[in-house]
Structure formats: structure tokens, C-alpha cells
């Protein structure tokens, strides 16, 4: 197996990001629930694309790239922190978004403008219409002279899943030195998150069965993409990169031992839910910490009703991983039931 550590990467956080335990929330469930705050990881507003940059933009810069691409909704927070990277590196950013959901400069938008980031607005809903545009704006930067890398909605590739299978690397590292309160040594039975374009998921995915192989991972989808086949694919592709296999994981043919995915996008991808604010109110008035309506406030509420039903009774130590997105509470109200 190839190491993460002879991938090449840029280290744009700073890490480890903090875990602990959520404990009035956690009083309130009757669960140990603990937080892994890749909110707070050091590039911009924080979030989870960032550890996927940190690879993929070191793929671009030993292919000499001085121009890089992405793409996502009007609001994308992988967007802004690919800008916010690019700047970092000296690269110029162009942002090809769809013209979707709130494109009045707000929230993200102002965060994609100050990191000097060229941003186009894709009157389309299919991101293959966006691909196509990028490679003929890149074909005529690179008849200038300039070297172009083109980076997939939300980072979701499988250079970009092994930033997550560090990530748990990194929490497998962290909960090593926690103690619970009846002085045993920590053992995280769950890791939850939110799935918006499969990436992220992929990597814990791929990370868990690497570094934590007791743990069952859940991804909460807040888009209607199928999850079910795209994380385990990128999963694999992954694997493959790191010269392993989901097989010798042990997770093929037993897969559902190992992940599962939830639906809980509500109206549709980036409409916030009604149902959803009291439980991003509950976390934010009980612990201190914002989440987003768009990613993490639905995940969270998604998690929070799936606990209320019945299906976390068989685990006692979950972690929910914080992926960013505070710039969405700037950009949209939160509707009230």
C-alpha cells in the first residue's frame, strides 16, 4: 500500500482540526456525540474541500499549472476555497458556477471576488454544459502560453478522497490520547457526514475501513444524486491510487456493514428547510457552533432525526464531521416552521 505520506501535497490547513465532545447536546440524546471541527481548519471560513485541495493542487503544480478551474453551485463553498488556495499558490482562479439559487453578491460571492477569482455565472443544469465551456476557455488560455488544471465539482475525484482517508488518519491519531469518563480509552463506533457530491464521503469511506475498521460510516445525501453507487466508486478509484483495494479493506461484498447513506435534501439541493432550523438553532444556542442550511445544517439535522428514530441505538461514541459552509448564513435566511 502506498502511503499517503509519499503523495505530493501542499499543506494549505492547519491541523490537527479540534475534536471533542459535544456534551450538552450529547446529554440531551443520550449519546456521546462528538464534533471533528473541519470548520475551523485554517483557509478562509474553513471546510472540507480544503484538505482535498491540498493534494489536487499539488497535482497541478508539478504539472506546471498556473490556471485552475472548478466549478459548482452559485454559492459553492469548494469554489471559494479553491480561490482562496489558488491565491496561495500565485494561480489564477476561474470559477464557472451554475446560474442557480442566489447569485446576488452575497455570502460566497464576496468571499470568491476578494480572493480575486474571475467568476462566470452557466445558465444550465448540467455540469457536462460547465466542463465543456471550461476546456474551451482553457484551450484559448493555453494558446497564450498559460498551463490549465481543471478540478471536478467539489473536488470529488480519487486524488481528492485521499485528503478524507487523512483526515481520518488524523482523527484515528486524536482519539488515541482521549480518555471517557469512566477512564477507558475512547472507541468511535460511528462517523457521520454530509454527502453534497460524494467525495468527501468517499475518503472517510476509504479512511475508515484503513484507520478506524470498527466504526460504520454514514453519509447524510443533501442532493438526490445516487450516493449509493458514486461514494463506494470513488471509494475504489481511491483505494486504487493508494495501491489497495476496498476488497482487502474488507468492505466489498460486505459494504453495508460499513456504510450507509440517508436522504435528507428536503425542497431540493441548497433550498434550506424549515424542518432543519431548529436543530442548526438547538447547536448554535447549546454549543457555540453554526452550521449551514445548505450542507452541514442538513446533515446535522438528518443525523438528529435518524438518532430520534432508533437507528444509532447500537452506537455509544458517534462523530459528526463539521465540512464548513458558513458563508451560506449570509447569503439566505433560515425559514422558521
Known amino acids: 500500500m502506498k502511503p499517503i505520506n509519499e503523495f505530493s501535497r501542499i499543506s494549505f490547513g492547519v491541523y490537527p482540526t479540534p475534536l471533542y ?12 456525540i462528538w464534533i471533528k471541527r473541519d470548520d475551523l481548519c485554517g483557509v478562509a471560513l474553513g471546510g472540507n474541500k480544503v484538505r482535498k485541495l491540498e493534494f489536487l493542487l499539488a497535482d497541478a503544480r508539478n504539472q506546471g499549472a498556473d490556471t485552475v478551474f472548478t466549478t459548482g453551485g452559485a454559492q459553492s463553498n469548494h469554489a471559494m476555497l479553491t480561490a482562496a488556495c489558488a491565491a496561495r499558490l500565485g494561480m489564477k482562479c476561474y470559477l464557472l458556477l451554475k446560474k442557480r ?169 441548497a433550498i434550506p428547510g424549515a424542518q432543519d432550523t431548529p436543530y442548526i438553532h438547538e447547536l448554535a444556542r447549546m454549543e457555540g457552533i453554526l452550521l449551514d442550511p445548505v450542507y452541514t445544517g442538513k446533515a446535522w439535522a438528518g443525523f438528529l432525526e435518524k438518532l430520534k428514530e432508533g437507528y444509532f441505538d447500537s452506537f455509544e461514541n458517534i462523530v459528526f464531521v463539521h465540512t464548513g459552509g458558513a458563508a451560506a448564513l449570509f447569503a439566505m435566511r433560515l425559514p422558521e416552521k
Open 21 to 32: 465532545r459535544l456534551n450538552q447536546i450529547s446529554e440531551k440524546y443520550g449519546k456521546n
Open 101 to 269: 439559487g442566489i447569485t446576488d453578491y452575497k455570502g460566497n460571492l464576496i468571499l470568491d471576488d476578494i480572493y480575486g477569482a474571475e467568476v462566470r455565472f452557466i445558465d444550465t443544469d448540467s455540469y457536462d454544459d460547465i466542463y465543456r465551456e471550461m476546456h474551451r476557455i482553457g484551450e484559448d488560455l493555453e494558446k497564450e502560453g498559460h498551463k490549465c488544471y481543471y478540478i471536478p465539482c467539489g473536488g470529488s475525484n480519487a486524488l481528492g478522497s485521499v485528503g478524507y482517508a487523512n483526515a481520518v488518519k488524523e482523527l484515528s491519531e486524536q482519539i488515541r490520547d482521549v480518555t471517557t469518563d469512566e477512564g477507558e480509552k475512547l472507541k468511535i463506533d460511528a462517523v457521520v457526514s454530509a454527502t453534497g457530491s460524494g467525495g468527501t464521503t468517499a475518503g472517510l469511506l476509504l479512511g475508515t475501513r484503513m484507520y478506524l475498521p470498527e466504526a460504520k460510516l454514514f453519509g447524510i445525501a443533501v442532493d438526490t444524486d445516487p450516493f449509493e453507487e458514486i461514494v463506494p466508486e470513488i471509494a475504489c478509484q481511491g483505494a486504487a491510487l493508494m495501491e489497495t483495494s476496498l476488497e482487502e479493506l474488507d468492505c466489498g461484498e460486505h459494504l453495508p456493514d460499513h456504510f450507509e447513506m440517508f436522504h435528507h435534501w428536503g425542497a431540493g439541493y
